[in-house]
């Protein structure tokens, strides 16, 4: 591959894949933060900085109420630094820090000293918004584009995406493939294709399609996964790793009211489902190999992108659920920890002491780091990363 090659090929990564993850993850970082920032303004909390990415500052300016408002270097989340988040001030006096007691003034404008109902009101913004925010995308997408419905309500067996590293990806199956017949069987609908795959799991299937016109033919082995039965009883289930083609559909264009009603229909559903897959993993119902993190995300919002801009603002507003939902898990670091410390200072009628948050947040950092590890883990083998590796070395 000569050089040229090379520097096309990266180019074209960076615009397919780097450009559309950067813009929704901007996006969701801006809009969770945004909901922190403004219920702090309106407790007269004073904001010291709004900062997209951590790191070093990129670029940035100061507003006349005297926020840093600023881009970082590392492009992977965001923050909202208030002022006077702990009970004193660290000043810097020649090279060593001292603390100081704040003054009257200084009171009044602190996140510390706001009440238990105003500073937990600060934190559930952020991810309350996250979920106005998917609310409002669908809403906005049954408004100007329609709610989209089946022509028929028996779909065809047509190949609608294949899923990277599935047995359809790796048997040679694309997009627009119309799947006629799996060794013996005929097949119509896209109910039968699962009827049949379902109950052949790791086993090599002969598969027949059509593909513009002509019949090909193929043989794979299908793919698995474990569910649990009625009776409790552990299932293996065959899996393709294919969606369907909506074939052809209508759109129906509602109004505003009935817009924002089906938002918070969608938005209910993807959360439902979203913590029915974590209850299913917890329970061992469900495998979680399929959670995936930043490199999954980057390689999806390349893909979506490319399907238009209706499915990329249905892409941003599950994971804005996401994002939101994430957040209110219990943990330290996370806003769901501090909930979780308000809620205890709410009972007990005073916050825990200073050593016990500092080794919650420890807690919560160590977990947050080795869920980090975790699903990155399974990015690189998802994205089979490895075997690409084994493949330079051999």
Not at 246 to 269: C, M, S
Not at 316 to 340: E, M
């Amino acid at each position: 591959m000569d050089i040229t090659s090379l520097i096309l090929m990266k180019l074209s990564f960076l615009w397919e894949v780097g450009i559309p993850f950067l813009v929704a993850l901007t996006i969701l970082v801006f809009i969770h933060e945004l909901g922190h920032f403004m219920v702090a303004k309106w407790c007269n909390v004073k904001v010291e900085v709004f900062s997209i990415g951590f790191g070093p500052e990129l670029y940035g300016w100061d507003d006349q109420a005297g926020t840093r408002w600023k881009i970082s270097a590392i492009p992977l989340g965001g923050y909202v630094k208030m002022f006077g988040e702990s009970e004193t001030i660290l000043e810097l006096e020649g090279t060593e820090k001292k603390e100081r007691s704040m003054t009257t003034e200084e009171e009044k404008v602190s996140f510390h000293h706001k009440t238990l109902l105003q500073r937990a009101s600060v934190v559930v913004a952020g991810p309350l918004i996250n979920f106005m925010f998917a609310i409002f995308a669908f809403a906005a997408l049954f408004v100007f584009m329609g709610l989209p419905e089946p022509v028929s309500d028996r779909q065809l067996a047509i190949v609608g995406n294949v899923l990277s590293g599935s047995a359809a990806d790796a048997g040679g199956l694309k997009s627009g493939d119309q799947i006629i017949k799996i060794d013996n069987s005929n097949i119509t609908y896209f109910a039968e294709l699962q009827r049949i795959i379902q109950s052949r799991p790791n086993v090599r299937i002969f598969v027949e399609i059509l593909r513009n016109g002509e019949n090909v033919n193929f043989d794979f082995v299908t793919g698995s996964k474990s569910v649990k039965n009625s009776a409790g009883n552990a299932e293996e289930h065959g899996l393709l790793g294919i969606s369907v083609q909506p074939g052809e559909v209508k759109y129906d264009k509602k109004n505003p009211v009935e817009a924002i009603l089906l938002g918070f229909e969608r938005t209910y559903f993807f959360t439902v489902r979203i913590l029915e897959y974590i209850r299913d993993i917890i329970t061992g119902k469900q495998s979680a190999d399929q959670l995936g993190g930043v490199l999954r995300i980057a390689q999806i919002s390349g893909e979506v992108a490319e399907l238009g801009i209706a499915s990329f603002i249905s892409f941003l507003a599950v994971l804005s659920i996401n994002l939101g939902l994430i957040n209110l898990f219990p943990i330290p670091l996370l806003d769901g920890g501090h909930l979780a410390f308000y809620a205890i200072e709410a009972i007990r009628g005073r916050p825990l002491g200073p050593k016990a948050q500092e080794y919650g947040f420890r807690v919560g950092l160590g977990l947050v780091g080795a869920l980090f590890l975790f699903v990155t883990w399974n990015d690189l083998v998802y994205l089979k990363f490895f075997e690409a590796i084994a493949k330079i070395l051999t």
